[in-house]
C-alpha cells in the first residue's frame, strides 16, 4: 500500500514537472509566433509603401526582397503557431502510458512516457516519447516480459518490466494503473461506453495490436484491409497516415496524401482526426469529385448516392431492369478487359487522316501521317501521339508560310498604298494567318481526340466490341449500347459510365499530374469496381495505397465485390497483402449478435465484451403511427444523455418525408447527399449517406418487409444496424423484413407501438 502511495505521489509529482516544461514551452513558442506575425506585418506594410510601383529593375529586386522575406516570416509563423497547437494539446494530457524496458545488456530499466507528441527539455532529455515512435510500438504490441521494437539502428531486445497506464484530464492525474492484461480490459471499455463525440477522435490511447501493424506497415507497397464493421479501419487509415508523416517526415507532406471517401458528410465527418494528432489534413475527396475535375462541367454527373437513390426507389419498371443490367456489366471484370482491349485497338488502328495540302503543294500525305501514328510515334499515348502530329505538321507548314509571307511582301511593296515597312510585315503576316486559319482548324480537328465519341463508339459498333470481348458479350448489350449512347447524347453521365472514360482518358494519355501524391487510402472499397480500381492503378503507379473495406458492409449490391480478388489481380505488380483485423469494438455484445444474425453467412470475427440492452423491435399499423412512435423515441428521457441519435431511413424520400412529420415538433436536422457537414444531435438521413458512421442511438425507419424484402438489401440493412454505438431500435408497419424474421428471437426485443 505504501508502495503504491509513493508511485502515486512520484507520477503525479513528475506529471507538474512535465506540465511546467510545457508551459515554458508554450509561452516561448507564442513569443516567436507572435514576433513572426508582427515582422510580417510590418514588412507587408513597408513592401505596399516603398514599392507600389515598379519603374526599373533596382525596383524590381526591391519587391523581390520583400517577397521573399515575408515569405520566410510566413514560413516562421506557421512553424511556430503549429507547436503551439500541438503543445496546448499536450497541455491537457500530457501523455497515457509509460512502459519500463531493460534493453538486452543492461541492467536498469529505461523509462518510456508515451503521449501525442515528442517533449524533450533544454538539457535534451526526453520528458515524453511521440505514440509513433519506434519505441513506442511496445505499448501496443507487448505485455510485461519478452519485447522487442525496430529502429534505424535494427532490432533492440529486452524486457518489459512495467506497462502503466494514466487518465490525465486537463492536466489533472485522475487514476493509473499497472497492467499486465490488454489494453481493452480496462482503458478501452471505459472509451467505448461513452457517448459519441460529434466527428471521429483519435484512438491512440486504445490502439490494439492487430491495428498497430497495419498503422506501421512500411514494408507493403499495397495494402488491404478487410475488418468487421466497427474493427476501426476508417482509424487505421488516418492513424497510419500520421505515422507515414512521422516517419518520413523529410518527404512526405500531408499535401503529398490523398484518401478517397464514399461522401462529403463522411469527409467532415473524420476532418478532426489528423489535427488532434499534430498534423495537417490531407486532401479528401471522393470518386465522383475527381471524375468531375478531369472531366470537367459540361456534363450532369450521377454520383453515387444519385445511384443508390434510384436503386432503392424504381425497382419495378422495366427500365430499371435494363439499367441494372447495365450496371452489373460495366462494373465487372469482363467489362474492364473489353475496355483495355479497346484502348489497344485505338492505339493501334489509323485515325481518319487526309492529305494535307497547302496552295496545291503537299505538305505531307495520308499515309505519311499514317505511319506516323502506327510506326514512328507507336509507343506515345494516343492523346501526346495525336498532339505531336498536329505539330509536326504545322512545323512543316511553316517554310511554305515565309515563302507566302514573302510574296506578299513583294506585292504589298509594289502597292502604291503600302510604303511602311512595319505595316507592309504586319500586313503580311495577317494575310497569311487568314488564308492559313481554315487548313490550321482542319488539321486540330484532324489530330484532336474525343474521348466521349470514342466511348460511344466501343457501343455503336457491335461487331468490333464482339471481336473484342472474344465473343463474351452479354445477352442484353444491344439495350445496354443503346441506354449509353441515348444518355451521353443528352449530357447525362451515369455513375457506371464515368469510371470507364476515365479510364479511356486517362491511358490515352490525357491525365492529371499526380506525381506529388505518395499515399492513397481508399475507404469503404468493398463499393468500388474492378474499373474504378484499374483507373486508382493508373493514376496513382508510383504511391503507396491503403485500402480498407468490409465485404459484408456492401451497399450496392451490383460492384461485383464477392471477395477481392479483382483486387489482387489488378494490382498483382505491386505484391499486394490481404489483411484480416479479427475484432470488432463499436457496438454493445448485444447490439453486435443481433447485427450478425441477419448475414446469411457466419461471421466468425471476435467483438468486445460490453454489456447493454438488446435491440428493440417496435411494430407499428400505419407509417404515420411508424413516425409518431419515433417521435415519442426522439423526445424520451432515456435518450437524453446521448450526443448522437440517427434516424436511418432507407431513401432520401423516406427521411424528407419524416423530416416534415417532425420538424414543427421538435429539433431535428436532414443530412442529405448534397450537405458537406456531419451534425451531431438528433439527424435523420437515408441508408446509404450512414456508411462509416457511428451514433450512440439508431432507429431504423422501416424495417418491415414492404421496406427490405429484396435479397440484395441485406448488406444494405446490416450496414444501417451496425451504426449503432449503445441502443438499436426497428420500426415498421406489417410483416418484419425477412432479414429479421428468421433471427432468434432471444436476440432482442419485440413491442408494439
Given at each position: 500500500m505504501e508502495e503504491n502511495k509513493s508511485e502515486v505521489y512520484y507520477e503525479k509529482k513528475r506529471l507538474c514537472e512535465v506540465i511546467k516544461e510545457i508551459e515554458k514551452q508554450l509561452e516561448h513558442s507564442k513569443k516567436s509566433m507572435n514576433k513572426y506575425r508582427k515582422e510580417g506585418l510590418f514588412i507587408q506594410k513597408s513592401m505596399w509603401e516603398d514599392a507600389r510601383v515598379v519603374y526599373d529593375l533596382d525596383d524590381a529586386a526591391t519587391l523581390w526582397n520583400y517577397q521573399t522575406d515575408l515569405q520566410k516570416q510566413s514560413n516562421s509563423y506557421v512553424h511556430y503557431a503549429s507547436i503551439v497547437k500541438r503543445l496546448e494539446r499536450m497541455l491537457l494530457s500530457p501523455y497515457f502510458g509509460r512502459i519500463d524496458f531493460i534493453e538486452e545488456g543492461e541492467d536498469k530499466a529505461e523509462k518510456y512516457y508515451i503521449g501525442i507528441a515528442t517533449l524533450i527539455n533544454e538539457n535534451d532529455e526526453f520528458l515524453v516519447y511521440d505514440w509513433r515512435a519506434p519505441v513506442s510500438s511496445m505499448f501496443y504490441d507487448y505485455e510485461i516480459g519478452k519485447a522487442e521494437y525496430s529502429c534505424p539502428a535494427g532490432i533492440i531486445k529486452g524486457d518489459i518490466a512495467l506497462k502503466r497506464q494514466?487518465?490525465?484530464?486537463?492536466?489533472?492525474?485522475?487514476?493509473?494503473?499497472?497492467?499486465?492484461?490488454?489494453?481493452?480490459?480496462?482503458?478501452?471499455?471505459?472509451?467505448?461506453?461513452?457517448?459519441?463525440?460529434?466527428?471521429?477522435?483519435?484512438?491512440?490511447?486504445?490502439?490494439?495490436?492487430?491495428?498497430?501493424?497495419?498503422?506501421?506497415?512500411?514494408?507493403?507497397?499495397?495494402?488491404?484491409?478487410?475488418?468487421?464493421?466497427?474493427?476501426?479501419?476508417?482509424?487505421?487509415?488516418?492513424?497510419?497516415?500520421?505515422?507515414?508523416?512521422?516517419?518520413?517526415?523529410?518527404?512526405?507532406?500531408?499535401?503529398?496524401?490523398?484518401?478517397?471517401?464514399?461522401?462529403?458528410?463522411?469527409?467532415?465527418?473524420?476532418?478532426?482526426?489528423?489535427?488532434?494528432?499534430?498534423?495537417?489534413?490531407?486532401?479528401?475527396?471522393?470518386?465522383?469529385?475527381?471524375?468531375?475535375r478531369m472531366l470537367g462541367r459540361h456534363y450532369k454527373y450521377e454520383d453515387m448516392n444519385d445511384k443508390m437513390e434510384?436503386?432503392?426507389?424504381?425497382?419495378?419498371?422495366?427500365?430499371?431492369?435494363?439499367?441494372?443490367?447495365?450496371?452489373?456489366?460495366?462494373?465487372?471484370?469482363?467489362?474492364?478487359?473489353?475496355?483495355?482491349?479497346?484502348?489497344?485497338?485505338?492505339?493501334?488502328?489509323?485515325?481518319?487522316?487526309?492529305?494535307?495540302?497547302?496552295?496545291?503543294?503537299?505538305?505531307?500525305?495520308?499515309?505519311?501521317?499514317?505511319?506516323?501514328?502506327?510506326?514512328?510515334?507507336?509507343?506515345?499515348?494516343?492523346?501526346?501521339?495525336?498532339?505531336?502530329?498536329?505539330?509536326?505538321?504545322?512545323?512543316?507548314?511553316?517554310?511554305?508560310?515565309?515563302?507566302?509571307?514573302?510574296?506578299?511582301?513583294?506585292?504589298?511593296?509594289?502597292?502604291?498604298?503600302?510604303?511602311?515597312?512595319?505595316?507592309?510585315?504586319?500586313?503580311?503576316?495577317?494575310?497569311?494567318?487568314?488564308?492559313?486559319?481554315?487548313?490550321?482548324?482542319?488539321?486540330?480537328?484532324?489530330?484532336?481526340?474525343?474521348?466521349?465519341?470514342?466511348?460511344?463508339?466501343?457501343?455503336?459498333n457491335r461487331d468490333l466490341a464482339e471481336k473484342l470481348s472474344d465473343g463474351q458479350l452479354p445477352e442484353t448489350f444491344d439495350k445496354i449500347a443503346e441506354m449509353t449512347i441515348d444518355d451521353i447524347k443528352n449530357n447525362i453521365i451515369r455513375y457506371e459510365d464515368a469510371a470507364p472514360i476515365v479510364l479511356l482518358k486517362a491511358e490515352l494519355g490525357d491525365k492529371p499530374d499526380t506525381a506529388n501524391i505518395k499515399h492513397v487510402i481508399i475507404d469503404e472499397v468493398q463499393d468500388y469496381s474492378p474499373v474504378q480500381f484499374r483507373i486508382f492503378r493508373k493514376l496513382f503507379e508510383n504511391a503507396g495505397i491503403t485500402m480498407l473495406g468490409d465485404l459484408n458492409q456492401t451497399i450496392n449490391p451490383y460492384m461485383n465485390s464477392r471477395s477481392y480478388d479483382d483486387v489482387l489481380e489488378i494490382f498483382r505488380d505491386k505484391s499486394p497483402v490481404l489483411v484480416r483485423l479479427s475484432k470488432s469494438y463499436r457496438s454493445t455484445k448485444?447490439?453486435?449478435?443481433?447485427?450478425?444474425?441477419?448475414?446469411?453467412?457466419?461471421?466468425?470475427?471476435?467483438?468486445?465484451?460490453?454489456?447493454?440492452?438488446?435491440?428493440?423491435?417496435?411494430?407499428?399499423?400505419?407509417?404515420?403511427?411508424?413516425?409518431?412512435?419515433?417521435?415519442?423515441?426522439?423526445?424520451?428521457?432515456?435518450?437524453?444523455?446521448?450526443?448522437?441519435?440517427?434516424?436511418?431511413?432507407?431513401?432520401?424520400?423516406?427521411?424528407?418525408?419524416?423530416?416534415?412529420?417532425?420538424?414543427?415538433?421538435?429539433?431535428?436536422?436532414?443530412?442529405?447527399?448534397?450537405?458537406?457537414?456531419?451534425?451531431?444531435?438528433?439527424?435523420?438521413?437515408?441508408?446509404?449517406?450512414?456508411?462509416?458512421?457511428?451514433?450512440?442511438?439508431?432507429?431504423?425507419?422501416?424495417?418491415?418487409?414492404?421496406?427490405?424484402?429484396?435479397?440484395?438489401?441485406?448488406?444494405?440493412?446490416?450496414?444501417?444496424c451496425t451504426r449503432a454505438l449503445h441502443r438499436l431500435s426497428l420500426f415498421y408497419t406489417g410483416h418484419l423484413s425477412p432479414f429479421v424474421e428468421g433471427i432468434d428471437e432471444k436476440l432482442y426485443i419485440k413491442a408494439n407501438g
Open positions: 494514466y487518465k490525465i484530464v486537463k492536466g489533472n492525474l485522475e487514476y493509473m494503473f499497472d497492467s499486465s492484461i490488454k489494453i481493452d480490459d480496462d482503458i478501452l471499455q471505459e472509451v467505448l461506453a461513452k457517448s459519441a463525440d460529434s466527428k471521429m477522435k483519435t484512438i491512440i490511447t486504445t490502439i490494439q495490436k492487430e491495428q498497430n501493424k497495419i498503422i506501421r506497415n512500411e514494408k507493403n507497397k499495397l495494402l488491404i484491409v478487410q475488418g468487421p464493421a466497427g474493427s476501426g479501419k476508417t482509424s487505421i487509415a488516418l492513424h497510419r497516415a500520421a505515422y507515414l508523416l512521422y516517419r518520413y517526415r523529410d518527404t512526405i507532406k500531408s499535401s503529398n496524401i490523398a484518401i478517397f471517401s464514399p461522401n462529403d458528410i463522411f469527409n467532415d465527418y473524420i476532418s478532426d482526426v489528423l489535427p488532434e494528432l499534430g498534423e495537417e489534413n490531407m486532401h479528401r475527396t471522393t470518386f465522383m469529385d475527381y471524375v468531375t434510384y436503386m432503392l426507389t424504381r425497382n419495378n419498371s422495366l427500365s430499371y431492369k435494363n439499367r441494372i443490367s447495365c450496371m452489373k456489366y460495366k462494373t465487372s471484370m469482363q467489362f474492364l478487359k473489353l475496355l483495355e482491349n479497346y484502348i489497344n485497338y485505338l492505339g493501334n488502328t489509323s485515325f481518319e487522316f487526309s492529305d494535307i495540302v497547302y496552295r496545291g503543294k503537299m505538305i505531307i500525305t495520308k499515309k505519311e501521317i499514317e505511319q506516323l501514328y502506327l510506326n514512328e510515334y507507336k509507343f506515345i499515348p494516343v492523346f501526346n501521339r495525336l498532339r505531336k502530329i498536329e505539330q509536326r505538321i504545322l512545323t512543316l507548314l511553316e517554310p511554305y508560310e515565309k515563302e507566302r509571307v514573302k510574296e506578299y511582301r513583294e506585292m504589298l511593296e509594289n502597292d502604291s498604298d503600302y510604303t511602311d515597312e512595319t505595316e507592309i510585315k504586319a500586313k503580311s503576316i495577317l494575310m497569311v494567318r487568314e488564308e492559313t486559319a481554315e487548313l490550321k482548324s482542319y488539321i486540330n480537328q484532324m489530330t484532336k481526340f474525343d474521348v466521349w465519341d470514342a466511348y460511344i463508339g466501343l457501343f455503336s448485444e447490439i453486435t449478435e443481433f447485427c450478425r444474425a441477419i448475414l446469411t453467412q457466419k461471421d466468425d470475427s471476435d467483438y468486445i465484451d460490453r454489456k447493454g440492452k438488446k435491440p428493440e423491435l417496435i411494430r407499428t399499423d400505419s407509417r404515420k403511427e411508424m413516425y409518431s412512435e419515433i417521435l415519442k423515441a426522439l423526445k424520451s428521457k432515456e435518450y437524453e444523455r446521448y450526443n448522437t441519435i440517427a434516424v436511418i431511413t432507407k431513401t432520401a424520400e423516406e427521411s424528407k418525408s419524416l423530416y416534415e412529420f417532425l420538424k414543427d415538433k421538435m429539433y431535428v436536422k436532414l443530412m442529405m447527399h448534397d450537405d458537406s457537414e456531419f451534425t451531431a444531435g438528433r439527424v435523420i438521413l437515408p441508408s446509404y449517406l450512414a456508411k462509416g458512421l457511428e451514433f450512440d442511438v439508431v432507429l431504423v425507419c422501416g424495417a418491415g418487409k414492404e421496406d427490405y424484402f429484396r435479397e440484395e438489401e441485406r448488406k444494405l440493412f446490416y450496414t444501417i
